[in-house]
Structures are given as C-alpha cells and as structure tokens.
C-alpha cells in the first residue's frame, strides 16, 4: 500500500468552476501537509501548507486536514485556465516528504 | 534569489556513461534532496543529505551516488546510465533545524535525462 493515495485524473472543469482535489495516506505520523501546483515542464511550486488538522485558506484556495479520516483536500474556486497544472499532495514527518503521483487539471475557458 | 539552480536542463547520454547532475541552492537550507519524477509513478526520492557531510538513501537509490561538501551544493552522479534511468530529475531544498524539515520544499526547474 502506497503512503499517499492520488486520483490522477484527468479533472477538466469550465471556467469559474470549484475544483476540489483530494488525497488519502495510511501512516497516522504525518504532521505536516501540503499542496504543490506543477505546470508542464516546471518544477513543483508549494501553494498551500498546514500543519496537523484544520483548514488553511489563501485567496481562492483552501486546504483542509482531517487526521481523522486520514483526507486532505484542496479546494479552488473561480476556477481559472492559469490554474490548469498537475497538483500533489504531499505529507512529511518531518524528516521525509512523502508525494502523491498528482492530478492533472485543466479549466476550459 | 536564484533559489534553487540545477544544470543542465536536458542531457542525452548513452548506455554505460556516466555523468553528474549539478544541484545550488542560495537560501542556506540544511535539507536537499533528489527527486525523480516518472509518468504515473509521482516523485520518488533518490538520496537526501540533512548537512554538509551527512547523506543518506531514498527510496530508489541504486546507481546514484550523492556528496555533500558544501550546504549550497549537493550534485547527483550517475555512475553508469541505463536506459532506466530516463527520467525527470529534480533537486529540492527545504529549511530544517536539528536534521528536521517542517517546511515545504523550494524545486529546481529540472533536468530531463534520456539515456540511450
């Protein structure tokens, strides 16, 4: 079983749409969580960090931890195309980072 | 701030060469790791280093081989390629205390290597 869990997609959306991404791990350990958004061709950039349960918002974006249900989610509303990237979830100990495998967006104008 | 700078950007190499993947960071960041990234397999670690001196294996460590002599730099070698080898790979970095990072990583923008 894999430490982190993605729905690689492909999720395609109108423009102005609420995308919501989503991720499940299986070691109760991780502490520290976060979202990267991956254009093609680019490194992974870090958009969201959170740290234990609870919810994180900026501007139009909001990650949310439930430990309980080992879930995390990233929420995007007034979809844009600028958003159209791969994004991974990824969760740490605080000694290693652990990736999901990504999901790939695209907002049709 | 350059951030985190990887050389060179793309590079073919043909079966049995070797050959070193540059990594420089300039935020003085204790942890770098490598990464590298495969259709449907996500980002897999290679080899971390948590200081200057101290290194340590990753999830897919075999025919890499990391050093660690400076906290700026932490180059990859590819000691003999194979086609196996043909991926995307990725330098990070991130902030630690005490050989702990509770912080995001900072990605370079990635070599992408074909070995043939």
């Known amino acids: 079983q894999k430490e982190v869990e993605q729905d690689p997609g492909p999720l395609s959306v109108p423009e102005g749409a609420i995308v919501s991404l989503n991720c499940t791990y299986s070691n109760s350990a991780f502490q520290y969580f976060m979202w990267y958004r991956q254009y093609s061709r680019k490194g992974p950039e870090l958009l969201m960090y959170t740290y234990s349960s609870g919810n994180k918002e900026d501007g139009r974006f909001t990650a949310q931890v439930d430990k309980s249900s080992k879930y995390i989610s990233l929420f995007i509303r007034d979809s844009q195309p600028s958003d159209s990237a791969t994004y991974l979830c990824?969760?740490?100990?605080?000694?290693?980072?652990?990736f999901g495998t990504g999901t790939s967006l695209t907002v049709i104008p | 701030n350059a951030g985190v700078t990887q050389t060179p950007k793309f590079q073919v190499l043909k079966t049995g060469q070797s050959m070193t993947l540059q990594c420089a960071q300039d935020?003085?960041?204790?942890?770098m790791s490598w990464y590298r990234q495969d259709p449907g397999m996500g980002l897999r670690l290679i080899h971390y280093s948590v200081g200057a001196g101290i290194t340590d294996q990753g999830e897919v460590p075999n025919g890499y081989n990391v050093s660690r002599s400076t906290t700026e730099d932490f180059p990859l070698r590819l000691l003999s390629a194979a086609p196996s080898q043909t991926s995307v790979y990725f330098c990070?970095?991130?902030?630690?205390?005490?050989?702990?990072?509770?912080?995001?990583?900072?990605f370079g923008s990635g070599t992408r290597l074909t070995v043939v």
């Open positions: 990824a969760m740490s100990t605080g000694n290693q980072f652990y």
């Open positions: 935020m003085n960041h204790e942890y």
């Open positions: 990070a970095s991130s902030y630690s205390k005490g050989g702990v990072t509770n912080y995001g990583y900072t």
